[in-house]
């Protein structure tokens, strides 16, 4: 059953159907990566509406599937320099009955960044500096997303 609800996730963000997302995480669920690293709640379910909303051109597929884990590549252009992105993400999952409860995402931030930022990437995308910057950068986008939108802060 746990592999249907991560594979209808992964369905409904194919289509970037934020809302099909989202219906599959428990109202406590918890949400990491290595950018957004402990989301809660309503901020990590408006974290997808979020990139659902603005990924006008992202593709995302899933792969190798199982009762907690899944791989999933997305490409997209990244809009504050335009690169294309091809990022590649091993996801794990907990649940609550038939509900997501924690997810957490795994990939190679200074991969993204070399992609993201291209040779500002390559030089710096590896410190801690860069890295730290770029999670408040990500986070004040989220904060300012839910205002624009109304969305309640957990």
């Not at 592999?3 to 669920?29: C, Q």
């Not at 070399?114 to 990437?121: L, Q, S, Y």
């Amino acid at each position: 059953m746990s592999a249907a609800v991560i594979e209808a996730f992964y369905d409904a963000f194919s289509k970037r159907d934020a809302e099909g997302m989202v219906k599959h995480y428990a109202d406590d669920v918890r949400f990491s990566d290595p950018v957004f690293q402990d989301l809660k709640g309503d901020d990590a379910k408006n974290m997808w509406r979020m990139l659902c909303e603005r990924g006008k051109d992202l593709e995302v597929v899933a792969s190798d599937v199982t009762e907690n884990s899944a791989h999933w590549d997305a490409t997209y252009t990244f809009a504050l320099t335009r690169r294309k992105v091809l990022n590649r993400i091993d996801a794990k999952f907990t649940f609550e009955g038939d509900k997501i409860k924690t997810h957490t995402d795994a990939f190679d931030l200074y991969a993204w960044t070399r992609m993201a930022f291209g040779v500002t990437g390559v030089l710096l995308g590896w410190t801690g500096f860069f890295q730290s910057t770029l999670r408040k950068k990500a986070l004040a986008g989220l904060v300012a997303f839910e205002r624009e939108n109304r969305h309640d802060r957990a």
